[in-house]
């Protein structure tokens, strides 16, 4: 029965330079995916840009990237997006904004059930299982595992092993492949949904901003209301490729310094 299902939150964390109809695409696929298995209801998604500070290439300012994506998901009645990982100074560990997102998603559910999970409050019936919040991702994703620094042992131990990972298949990459490489993803793995794409689309954020820089058009690849915000602003140009040009990445720059301290 539905009542037994476990509430799900599926949270998305990125760049979303610019966010395009895949992006999109992936938290639909996912819905339908996770209601499949008779386990879940998903209950809401969050899309949660990256902050400035994060430093990639060719990355326009956070209030871009949130207002295009608030322009791009005014059709959907359950995935909303969320500034607050934007807003920090620094880039924000993945770990970090998960955990974030599970205490805001928790007090709500206690919130509306009239429940307490702390020491001598009331617990929820049996019937009203606790929420969860899972990684929303594609299957490159998978592949930043595998890069040297990008990652600390203990962030992936906690998303794989107490979040959980909803993972969609993209292009050639095959994510099966990834979490059988890792130790800590393959013991995980019965907290990763690998979700197939049958309706291929293969559009990046990558390939747009490439089309937007030589004046060719992006229509059907992001939302009309996101084209006219770039034209309006004029983003994605040559000179905006070349912010953060030679800025080492803000994961692999903190986990550095990290070592070193260690």
Same mark, same amino acid.
């Given at each position: 029965?539905? *009542?037994?299902?476990?509430?799900?939150?599926?949270?998305a964390?990125?760049?979303?330079?610019?966010? *395009?109809?895949?992006h999109?695409? !992936?938290?639909?696929?996912? +819905?339908?995916?996770?209601?499949?298995?008779?386990?879940?209801?998903?209950?809401?998604?969050?899309?949660?840009?990256?902050?400035?500070?994060?430093? @990639?290439?060719?990355? %326009?300012?956070?209030?871009? #990237?949130?207002?295009?994506?608030?322009?791009?998901?005014?059709?959907?009645?359950?995935v909303?997006?969320?500034?607050?990982?934007?807003?920090?100074?620094?880039?924000?560990? *993945?770990?970090?904004?998960?955990?974030y997102?599970?205490?805001?998603?928790?007090?709500?559910?206690?919130?509306?059930?009239?429940?307490?999970?702390?020491?001598?409050?009331?617990?929820?019936?049996?019937?009203?299982? /606790?929420?969860?919040?899972? =990684?929303?991702c594609?299957?490159?994703?998978?592949?930043?595992?595998?890069?040297?620094? !990008?990652?600390?042992? &203990?962030?992936? $131990?906690?998303?794989?092993?107490?979040?959980?990972?909803?993972?969609?298949? +993209?292009?050639? =990459?095959?994510p099966e492949?990834a979490?059988?490489?890792?130790?800590?993803?393959s013991?995980?793995?019965?907290?990763?949904?690998?979700? #197939?794409e049958?309706?291929?689309?293969?559009? /990046?954020?990558?390939? %747009? #901003?490439r089309?937007?820089? +030589?004046?060719?058009?992006?229509?059907?690849l992001?939302?009309?209301? %996101?084209? $006219?915000?770039?034209? +309006?602003?004029?983003?994605?140009?040559?000179? /905006? $490729?070349?912010?953060?040009?030679?800025t080492?990445?803000?994961p692999?720059? @903190?986990?550095?310094?990290?070592?070193?301290? &260690?």
């Amino acid at each position: 029965m539905a *009542t037994h299902r476990v509430p799900l939150v599926l949270l998305a964390c990125g760049s979303f330079n610019p966010i *395009t109809n895949q992006h999109m695409r !992936l938290f639909e696929l996912a +819905r339908d995916h996770m209601h499949s298995t008779g386990q879940y209801q998903v209950v809401g998604g969050i899309v949660s840009p990256v902050s400035d500070g994060y430093g @990639k290439q060719g990355l %326009v300012l956070a209030k871009h #990237r949130i207002a295009m994506a608030k322009l791009a998901l005014q059709s959907s009645n359950w995935v909303t997006v969320d500034e607050w990982e934007s807003q920090q100074p620094d880039w924000t560990e *993945t770990a970090v904004t998960m955990r974030y997102h599970y205490g805001c998603v928790l007090k709500e559910y206690e919130q509306s059930t009239g429940t307490h999970s702390g020491p001598g409050g009331n617990t929820a019936p049996l019937s009203s299982p /606790s929420p969860q919040v899972k =990684l929303l991702c594609g299957a490159d994703f998978l592949e930043t595992f595998r890069i040297p620094g !990008l990652w600390q042992d &203990d962030h992936v $131990e906690e998303v794989a092993g107490r979040f959980g990972l909803v993972c969609v298949s +993209r292009g050639g =990459l095959e994510p099966e492949r990834a979490v059988h490489a890792s130790d800590t993803l393959s013991r995980h793995r019965h907290n990763i949904f690998l979700v #197939r794409e049958w309706v291929r689309n293969e559009t /990046s954020a990558t390939e %747009v #901003r490439r089309a937007l820089r +030589r004046d060719l058009s992006v229509k059907y690849l992001i939302p009309d209301a %996101v084209v $006219e915000y770039i034209q +309006r602003h004029k983003l994605y140009t040559q000179d /905006s $490729e070349g912010i953060n040009k030679d800025t080492v990445l803000r994961p692999l720059a @903190k986990h550095a310094v990290k070592s070193l301290d &260690d």
